[in-house]
């Protein structure tokens, strides 16, 4: 953009600032109205969160906050291994720690540049994925075993977002480029599931997945209802990735692969060296984004009966004695939301920059 | 042979046969084994118990209907809710969408700075965290005896909000809102379509006319059918022992859900159409300021209409995601289509033809939304270029 079309006076940060809040007296107006909203609102949150806020109970019982103004993190203190490990046993929680963190550090790990290939990408998340069952199922190395239906709260919710982007990145690649193929069948196949999976709320299709699959799979085949709910937000998460890739992989240039095929390379080779690599960088900031929202939508394997994060803040302030917390409790709970999907975005937004400084 | 193997048409086609072949044989093994476990467990399957009864009663129902109803109308009353919630949902969330995406392209810098914190906050919540928060505030409200009335007529409970309302049935209820639906459709389409845009302005001004005389005939018509006997038309609640009778009633779960979409939709249409409105070009703000249009003429007759063409098939996805959304209802109670068709199956045991039902409702539904926003689309997508 040009000063042309942009007449904003440049001549100094305070010039622009007075242009932008205080340009006309109704912007005056505004500009203090939302301040006055602003103070008002911040005032009221810092009195209830920190002012007036009950943060400890030495008995661990709620009557220090029912004569309080305030919030009433206490709550949070008497119930937070609940809400993070759910009714994992208590004395083994240190494991699911453990095993979380590693989660997390994988993560972390997985954002730095040093780990941008697909092979270390692989490792890195096969390793991470084993320490967890290691700690969080046990059974091996003399610790005892704990079954899927103990996890919960955040290590199960984790858990399951990364076993679902785990199985569904490679599957969404398949359908991707099943849904580009030459074979009219195989095309035909891919888009009749990808629109189908897309056309229905995810609810339902965990909803059948762990209800229908039981039916028409062989006993030996059925295993646990976790693994197959995995499997059902893994085709739905892959259906919704297939095409954020497709869109990568159009915005190609036909040249590319075309040039590819000139070089004599097979199929293979084209996709795996040329299209591939190029359809992800495209498409890096949606999938950064598919990647939040499939975060999120984690939260609805509490209907279908997991003790999820959710579920277990539900359980936190169930029972009588926190019940008026609830607003604590919710707030406590959107904050661990809020930091994953805040940081995610936030890379989403780094890589972007990154990739434009790139590629012009 | 080698060379048979080297041929693309060869290749490709037996490629495709054996494929097909896989697809079959993991299909028939799985009817086959549904087979199996259906006979060993002695059920019946079949769409005969869509007409036995249910015996369960559900919260909140714009139907007739109690313990004694059939299965089918289980469903159509799950069906009628959640097209209640999702409809709601979509218009709410479209509300606050605008204003906010109105908030974040003006001028000045402190509303672009609320917008822009609204979406960051409520865009990386989970809806379920924010249905259930809403739900847990509304159903903490006071009790019936004490009820908050900010005005007179309306109470605040935490049973639910109380207005006053017409005392008809919740079929003719339905019927009404079908009739304004239809004739919003029907004039949305005389507005738009090309078809009409070359007759006479009085012509169109007797078409609009017609169009909602008619559909305000057939409201009046549903509403005279299904008034209840021995009843004054407008009926206002009062306290009666523990609960309010009478008036109109919005339950807690669909108010804490409407908002939850309201809230969670609008943060996502915000941005759609503020991506929308960033795409007009300059010039064509500029010419229209030109040519004398005050500020909010430029904005009601030129921004907002090419931003709403330019993300309208954007648009139709979020609202297919919003309708999808309302399956959220069994996480506080509310006997929207998903709820139904769950409890259908505790208590009729009929899984596969019930998830079936399901799978068709939402299909039928979804495909619905889309095809008349795709008609819109086309309606309104510029000609010629």
């Avoid at chain 2, 009062?238 to 779960?253: I, K, Q, V």
Wanted: hydrophobic share 55%; aromatic share 10%; charged share 10%.
């Amino acid at each position: 953009m040009t000063d042309m079309t942009h007449p904003i006076p440049r001549n100094s940060r305070l010039e622009q600032l007075r242009h932008r809040f205080l340009r006309t007296p109704l912007d005056i107006a505004v500009t203090a109205a939302s301040l006055l909203l602003a103070l008002f609102v911040g005032w009221k949150l810092l009195d209830w969160a920190v002012l007036s806020a009950v943060w400890t109970s030495p008995d661990g019982l709620s009557q220090p906050c029912r004569d309080a103004s305030g919030a009433c993190w206490a709550v949070i203190e008497a119930r937070w291994r609940l809400i993070l490990f759910g009714v994992f046993p208590y004395a083994e929680q240190w494991r699911a720690a453990v095993a979380t963190a590693a989660l997390i550090l994988a993560g972390g790990l997985s954002c730095l540049p040093l780990f941008w290939s697909v092979i270390r990408q692989a490792l890195l998340w096969i390793a991470a994925f084993a320490l967890f069952m290691v700690f969080m199922h046990g059974g091996v190395f003399g610790l005892s075993s704990v079954p899927p239906a103990q996890w919960g709260g955040l290590a199960l919710t984790l858990f399951f977002f990364v076993a679902v982007v785990i199985v569904g990145m490679p599957l969404s690649i398949c359908l991707a480029l099943m849904r580009r193929s030459d074979l009219p069948v195989i095309r035909g196949t891919a888009i009749i599931l990808i629109d189908g999976v897309r056309a229905l709320p995810l609810v339902t299709i965990l909803f059948t997945a762990a209800l229908i699959l039981p039916f028409v799979l062989p006993g030996w085949l059925q295993g646990d209802k976790i693994w197959r709910v995995i499997a059902g937000f893994a085709l739905f998460f892959a259906a919704y990735q297939a095409e954020v890739l497709r869109s990568g992989i159009q915005a190609l240039p036909r040249g590319q692969e075309e040039a590819a095929k000139a070089l004599g390379m097979g199929y293979f080779h084209r996709i795996t060296r040329v299209v591939l690599p190029q359809a992800f960088r495209n498409a890096l900031p949606p999938t950064i984004n598919q990647l939040v929202i499939t975060l999120m939508e984690t939260s609805l394997i509490v209907i279908i009966g997991f003790f999820d994060l959710m579920a277990s803040g539900n359980a936190a302030y169930g029972t009588g004695e926190w019940s008026f917390a609830y607003v604590e409790v919710y707030a406590f709970i959107a904050l661990i939301y809020g930091v994953f999907v805040f940081s995610l975005s936030r890379y989403g937004r780094y890589l972007e920059r990154r990739l434009r400084v790139g590629s012009s | 042979m080698p060379s048979l193997l080297r041929n693309r048409k060869f290749r490709s086609a037996t490629l495709q046969v054996l494929f097909v072949l896989a697809v079959m044989v993991i299909l028939v093994s799985a009817v086959t084994t549904a087979q199996d476990t259906i006979a060993t467990n002695g059920m019946r399957s079949g769409f005969g118990f869509l007409d036995r009864t249910t015996g369960v009663n559900i919260g909140f129902s714009v139907l007739q209907y109690d313990a004694n109803s059939t299965y089918r109308q289980l469903i159509l009353v799950g069906l009628v809710n959640t097209a209640i919630l999702g409809i709601l949902g979509i218009i709410l969330a479209h509300i606050v969408g605008l204003v906010v995406a109105a908030m974040a392209i003006s001028r000045n810098g402190s509303l672009n700075l609320v917008a822009q914190g609204y979406v960051e906050l409520f865009r990386s919540i989970p809806l379920i965290l924010q249905a259930l928060f809403w739900y847990a505030l509304v159903t903490h409200l006071p009790a019936p005896r004490n009820a908050h009335e900010p005005l007179p007529g309306l109470f605040l409970t935490g049973r639910g909000i109380f207005m006053p309302g017409l005392s008809v049935t919740g079929e003719a209820v339905a019927l009404v809102l079908g009739c304004l639906l239809l004739g919003a459709i029907a004039f949305a389409w005389f507005m738009i379509d090309h078809r009409f845009r070359r007759i006479s302005d009085s012509r169109r001004r007797t078409g609009r006319l017609v169009i909602i005389g008619l559909t305000l005939l057939a409201c009046a018509l549903a509403l005279n059918a299904g008034r209840v006997p021995d009843m004054p038309l407008i009926s206002v609640p009062e306290l009666r022992g523990l609960n309010f009778r009478g008036g109109f009633a919005l339950p807690p779960e669909l108010t804490a859900l409407a908002i939850a979409i309201a809230i969670y939709g609008g943060a996502y249409v915000s941005e759609i159409l503020r991506a929308g409105f960033q795409a007009v070009p300059r010039g064509q703000l500029e010419a229209a300021a030109a040519l004398g249009l005050r500020p909010l003429h430029v904005f009601t007759r030129v921004h907002l209409p090419m931003a709403f063409r330019a993300v309208l098939p954007t648009l139709t996805n979020q609202c297919v995601w919003m309708f999808k959304a309302t399956t959220l209802g069994i996480a506080v109670g509310y006997s929207d289509l998903f709820y139904v068709i769950s409890i259908s199956i505790t208590q009729s045991g009929q899984t596969l033809e019930l998830i079936g039902i399901l799978m068709l409702g939402f299909l039928v539904m979804n495909n619905m939304i889309s095809f008349l926003l795709n008609r819109l689309n086309k309606a309104i997508a510029l000609k010629g270029t």
